[in-house]
């Protein structure tokens, strides 16, 4: 019976960590997520810097 009440404790146990490792795991895609964003724009920003910088150089 010990035994028993013991495997039940542990699968409780394992679906709890199951839970907190998915829960931990969806907050680290969403905090990549909004990295990933973040990097794009300021690539996207460098970029248009560095666009407009050659077209006035070009036009003087």
């Known amino acids: 019976m010990e ?3 013991q495997q039940t404790d542990t699968e409780i ?3 709890e960590m199951d839970e907190e ?3 931990v795991l ?3 895609s969403v905090v990549s997520k909004r990295l990933a964003r973040k990097l794009t724009m300021l690539s996207r920003q460098d970029r248009k ?3 407009g910088g ?3 150089e070009q036009d003087k």
Do not use: F, V, Y
Request: glycine share 0%; hydrophobic share 35%; aromatic share 0%.
């Open 3 to 5: 035994k028993q009440a």
């Open 13 to 15: 146990r394992d679906r």
């Open 21 to 23: 490792l998915a829960d």
């Open 26 to 28: 969806t907050a680290i």
């Open 49 to 51: 810097r560095a666009e």
């Open 54 to 56: 050659n077209s006035d």
